[in-house]
């Protein structure tokens, strides 16, 4: 208990001795909002769709972006939980966000993968399982809006596809949600 107290005694003095600008260019934004599930099925208005709550870390990585031209190229880790019953998710993979030169808008793009919490509570046997549809793919898109104090109101549309790998044709889920971020 003592080498433990002391271990997180040392940690605490390491981190706060460390400049407060160094600490927080390691992770320099944070979103979190709301989605609707499945609106690729039509009626995107309906507001019983809504049923899911997201969080998204965005990561600097200053080696990602010395190629890039226009943008700023970070890795993402996410996750999605679902308060309706549906599979929640967890996501990882790379954005790309691009500036307006004047305006204070931006949009991104973003790929990777997701895990769904389908692959650890499906029946042994069930499709849900199968690779490409409990680990597959994730592709999304946004537009926002950057406020005062570095925070932004995102809108995000996301596709999660399967290629027909959950036993059934083409079950992909398309969303769309609102998010408000924050940048340090």
């Known amino acids: 208990m003592r080498s433990l107290i002391a271990s997180l005694s040392l940690l605490l003095a390491l981190l706060a001795a460390m400049p407060a600008q160094a600490q927080m260019t390691f992770l320099p934004e944070i ?8 609106v690729d099925t039509g009626n995107l208005l309906d507001a019983n769709r809504i049923g899911d709550a997201n969080v998204e870390l965005l990561f600097t990585a200053p080696d ?7 943008g700023e190229l970070r890795p993402h880790l996410g996750a999605t ?3 309706r019953g549906q599979d929640s998710y967890g996501y990882a993979g790379l954005s790309w966000t691009v500036q307006a030169p004047i305006l204070p808008v931006f949009v991104e793009a973003s790929a990777g993968g997701v895990l769904r919490s389908s692959m650890f509570n499906a029946p042994q046997n069930d ?9 597959g793919l994730r592709v999304a898109g946004s537009v926002g809006i950057n406020l005062p104090l570095g925070a932004s109101v995102i809108a995000t549309a996301e596709h999660l596809p399967d290629f027909g790998a959950c036993g059934t044709p083409q079950r992909a889920n398309t969303n769309v949600g609102i998010r408000l971020g924050f940048r340090f």
């Open 64 to 70: 990602l972006n010395a190629w890039t031209v226009i």
């Open 81 to 83: 939980m679902s308060f």
């Open 127 to 135: 499709p849900a399982r199968n690779l490409g549809c409990g680990v």
């Open 31 to 38: 979103r979190a909002g709301i989605s609707a599930r499945g």
